[in-house]
């Protein structure tokens, strides 16, 4: 079984900084992308920053404020996330598209973590 689990979410004012984490374990054969993704209330979940073997794509609202990072050795992704707005305020998620070890030679698998909830205050 595959588990994302993310931490590092809370409260911060504007112009401050987080840094979330997600910790992906189980048995895993290779991953194709991993990412984090947010969803306001009200809103439609969007894209905050994804890695895959194409690069790394960030969601127009970055504006090179945010920057995601994974450390191989701790199957871990990150995402430090400076100059907050209100705006930034959401649930943000880990995802993970991989092959787990049980599934090799099949399509990869999307999973996603219980989400981080994220508030930025005026």
């Known amino acids: 079984q595959v588990q994302l689990v993310e931490s590092g979410g809370g409260l911060v004012q504007a112009g401050g900084s987080l840094r979330l984490s997600c910790v992906i374990s189980?048995?895993?054969?290779?991953?194709?992308?991993t990412g984090w993704y947010r969803q306001a209330p009200g809103k439609e979940r969007e894209l905050v920053a994804v890695?895959?073997?194409?690069?790394?794509v960030y969601g127009d609202f970055v504006k090179g404020r945010f920057s995601i990072s994974k450390d191989n050795s701790k199957n871990t992704v990150s995402l430090q996330m400076n100059s907050l707005k209100p705006e930034d305020t959401a649930v943000y998620s880990c995802h993970a598209e991989l092959t787990p070890t049980w599934g090799v030679g099949a399509a990869p698998v999307r999973y996603w973590g219980q989400g981080t909830q994220v508030t930025v205050s005026s």
């Open positions: 189980g048995n895993i054969f290779t991953y194709t992308s």
């Open positions: 890695m895959g073997s194409a690069g790394t």
